[in-house]
């Protein structure tokens, strides 16, 4: 047995044993076989593989795995939107690291506030603190739930009881629970609005500085102005606001930790970008376009930074040891220069037209191959998450003719998949957008259209 434990049997000979009779005869056979060639790249990746692994174990395995998928709320999909950072469907996918990194510290206990080499207790805060001053030239920086929390933590730190001036223009309103004027209301400070919607000059700012606690920027994520519009710039504003001891915040929201201005993208300010503009604290999502774990970062002057870590409020808003380990795993990618291919929303940005047709001709041919037709055709797939509002990003769609219904029975269908794949009706067909799917989930998706054609 010792040899037979090694070997990994053919999915021909699982496929045709009886142990596997029992689940093929409730789930389609393609989605077997997707399962069967996903445990066996799991067996793979094993030094050496525990138990034996013959055709009674795989039964095993699958029953297994489709009953947890069943039994749990919050589960996997497949993303076919081409909406890289969707956030109704958990915004970033993790990096490998970073799933390593919060397995590695949650099997057991970790250093969360524990500094191993004074033995004695330590601040979680510490865990990415260096490398997010090393990665964008921040004098200190904190990681608090989410952008929202660290918005909430500054003003009721910095600007309690007092004004924080924003722009009208600027008083805007991201995914369905997040408004700037919300956020800053109830942070305990008091909004005060300057200048008109679609104008702000440097003056209306200026002339309301005295008894002010803060002003804020907030960076225009998920749409544009155009017309007779003008604001007063980061770069204008941050002497004023020294001049008057006043904090200047910037609410940059995405998050770029490294240009992706090679990929033929409008420019977006970096994180180091904005603070060398002169903004004294800086705020981004994790998830977003840093690509990331949720969290809420701030980066900026030690000062302010140390406050918010006194504040009472900051315990109720902190973060998790999962939380950490994962940005932490993500930031060490940028550090080692080795994010693009590693962060998988990035890599989903900068992954090119080219390689996008050849894993759509792939898709079709699949699909063909088990009888189900479907043709490729030009479309755009968008970032999301409120970045680069207007980039469209050139891509292969694969366009499903369904032999039985409409576009939307079938769309329908395939959210009753396990798992469900989220796919985009364009015309009056469903259409894939292989760019938001893991290429390891290729197989599965092609099971579960096979499934409901
Ligand atoms: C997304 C976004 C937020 C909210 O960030 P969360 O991390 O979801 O709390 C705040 N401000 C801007 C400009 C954003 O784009």
Not at 169 to 198: C, K, M, P
Not at 442 to 451: D, N
């Amino acid at each position: 047995m010792a040899d037979g434990r090694r070997a990994i049997p053919s999915v021909e000979r699982l496929l045709s044993s009886e142990a596997l009779q029992r689940v093929l005869a409730h789930e389609p056979r393609t989605r077997i076989v997707a399962m069967l060639r996903s445990i066996q790249d799991e067996q793979r990746a094993l030094a050496s593989p525990a138990q034996p692994v013959d055709a009674d174990w795989y039964a095993a395995q699958i029953e297994a795995r489709l009953g947890t998928e069943r039994e749990r709320s919050l589960r996997e999909v497949i993303n076919a939107t081409g909406v890289v950072l969707h956030t109704n469907l958990g915004r970033a996918p993790l990096s490998a690291a970073a799933i390593d990194a919060i397995a590695h510290v949650s099997r057991g206990y970790a250093n969360l506030e524990y500094d191993v080499e004074a033995g004695a207790r330590g601040s979680r805060y510490t865990h990415c603190e260096r490398l997010l001053s090393s990665l964008t030239g921040a004098e200190a920086a904190l990681v608090v739930n989410n952008n929202a929390a660290a918005l909430v933590l500054i003003f009721n730190t910095i600007a309690l009881g007092r004004p924080v001036l924003v722009s009208r223009g600027e008083l805007v309103e991201i995914g369905d629970s997040f408004r700037v004027s919300e956020i800053i209301a109830r942070s305990g400070a008091l909004l005060r609005e300057v200048g008109a919607t679609n104008r702000t000059h440097l003056v209306d700012y200026t002339d309301q500085l005295a008894g002010t606690g803060a002003i804020l920027k907030v960076h225009p994520s998920n749409f544009r102005t155009s017309g007779f519009v003008a604001d007063a710039s980061i770069a204008k504003l941050a002497p004023v606001a020294r001049a008057a001891a006043i904090p200047l915040v910037h609410d940059l929201g995405s998050g770029l930790l490294e240009t992706l201005d090679d990929l033929g993208l409008p420019h977006e300010p970096t994180a180091g970008e904005a603070l060398a503009l002169g903004a004294d604290i800086v705020t981004m999502s994790g998830d977003k376009l840093l690509g990331g774990p949720q969290a809420g970062i701030a980066l900026g002057r030690a000062d302010i930074i140390q406050a918010m870590k006194r504040n009472p409020l900051c315990r109720a808003l902190r973060v998790d040891k999962l939380t950490i380990a994962a940005l932490e795993a993500t930031l060490l990618s940028y550090a080692r220069g080795t994010a693009r291919v590693e962060v998988p929303a990035l890599r989903m940005i900068a992954e090119s037209a080219a390689d996008l047709r050849k894993r759509a001709q792939q898709c079709t041919a699949d699909l063909a191959e088990a009888g189900v037709t479907a043709t490729i055709v030009d479309g755009f797939s968008r970032i999301g998450g409120g970045a680069y509002p207007e980039a469209d990003l050139p891509t292969s769609l694969v366009a499903i003719d369904s032999r039985h219904g409409s576009a939307a029975r079938l769309e329908a269908l395939l959210r009753a998949e396990m798992p469900p794949v989220v796919a985009r009706i364009a015309g009056d067909r469903v259409v894939l957008d292989l760019r938001t799917v893991l290429p390891e989930q290729q197989a599965a998706l092609v099971a579960s259209v096979v499934h409901v054609c």
